[in-house]
């Protein structure tokens, strides 16, 4: 692992003190930081971002013992999760103390919390704190808001340039997709974003496995738009057994995809980019941000993904791909449809849906 050097934590903590920016990394992904405490300096995040102002943002902290510093009301849930899951890629959604700025909160009147699991944010964190200042770094994933989120701080300068002093290099991130966020400010705990720690996992703690609600009325939280997470270049989602029949289409019209697959890449004898990422979930979420990256870049009219099993296990990362697909840049005109966009596509067509697709069919409504 890259570990930055004193003088790199100096400089980010004198840059975070001061109102700056500081990308740093988590295990999740990296992370555009400034002081929550600090109106201004949160502000810079939206603009470097281009992100709306009433998105919230989650505040990372040191340790536990700065919950209440923060938060307010906080139910014996929520000590419980952070006892198991902190450091690590679980926030809380709490009742907000009344100081904490609405900038950080989206006007709401609840804060999301987290203790990153990744030593450089843990000790830029801690020396943060130190510096007599009120310990929390509000920090989105450091990308251009709505775009795929980086898992090397390359992505960050490349996305951010000269937005962003100073990027704490802290090597490639372990988990690869962002954290799971649960919902402790209004009774029974509810899942509002899915992550690497699992509903099962969660509910080994409370007793109960709890519920993912999406309905209106919960809080808003970061990655909850219906599209999020998107390369430029448009992405469908394809069933397995069709794969090769979608690709062979493709071909045959002279349009070239990206490919991205978890089982053997089809052999369509075709001049298509195929990146194969490991078939199980974790393995697969560690490596999902940095290859839609590189297909992205590929030059191709089309990222195809082949659709993932089914299954709880899958649910964050086909939660990922189900925004990306949503917000993946262009109207893509498939082979048999001349130069119509999607939106002519009979949308019950399962070989162009965005969500996990059951059959295939070339023709328009």
């Known amino acids: ?197 699992t509903p099962e996992a969660l509910g080994e703690v409370l007793g109960t496995v709890p519920a993912i609600e999406t309905a209106a009325g919960a809080p808003r939280v970061s990655g909850s738009l219906e599209a999020h997470y998107a390369p430029r270049t448009p992405l469908k989602l394809v069933a397995a057994d069709r794969l090769l029949d979608f690709l062979n289409a493709l071909r045959h019209s002279g349009r070239r995809a990206a490919v991205l697959c978890h089982s053997q890449p089809p052999q369509a004898g075709m001049p298509h980019v195929f990146r194969l990422l490991p078939a199980d979930p974790a393995g697969y979420a560690h490596g999902l941000y940095g290859a839609l990256r590189e297909l992205d870049q590929a030059g191709a009219d089309l990222i195809a993904v082949e659709a993932l099993p089914a299954g709880p296990a899958w649910a964050a990362v086909a939660d990922r791909l189900r925004r990306a697909a949503a917000g993946a840049g262009g109207a893509f005109a498939p082979p048999g449809c001349g130069t119509r966009p999607l939106r002519g596509l009979r949308q019950s067509s399962p070989g162009y849906s965005n969500a996990p697709p059951a059959g295939y069919r070339l023709d328009a409504g």
């Open 1 to 197: 692992m890259t570990t930055p050097s004193d003088s790199d934590y100096a400089r980010a903590v004198e840059l975070l003190a001061a109102g700056e920016l500081v990308a740093f990394p988590t295990e999740t992904v990296y992370g555009l930081g400034a002081d929550a405490a600090n109106p201004s300096a949160v502000a810079k995040i939206f603009a470097a971002k281009g992100r709306p102002a009433d998105h919230p943002l989650i505040v990372h902290v040191a340790g536990h013992d700065w919950i209440e510093r923060w938060a307010e009301d906080v139910p014996d849930a929520a000590w419980e999760l952070a006892e198991a899951f902190w450091p690590g890629p679980l926030t809380l959604i709490l009742k907000k103390q009344a100081w904490v700025p609405a900038a950080v909160t989206g006007g709401q009147d609840t804060v999301g919390l987290r203790v990153p699991g990744h030593p450089v944010a843990l000790e830029l964190l801690r020396r943060f704190a130190a510096a007599g200042t009120r310990g929390g770094v509000a920090a989105p994933s450091a990308n251009r808001f709505g775009r795929i989120s980086p898992t090397l701080a390359a992505h960050v300068r490349d996305e951010l340039g000269e937005r962003v002093p100073l990027v704490l290099d802290g090597g490639p991130c372990q988990v690869g997709i962002e954290s799971t966020i649960i919902d402790c400010s209004r009774g029974e705990p509810v899942i509002l974003r899915p992550g690497h720690v």
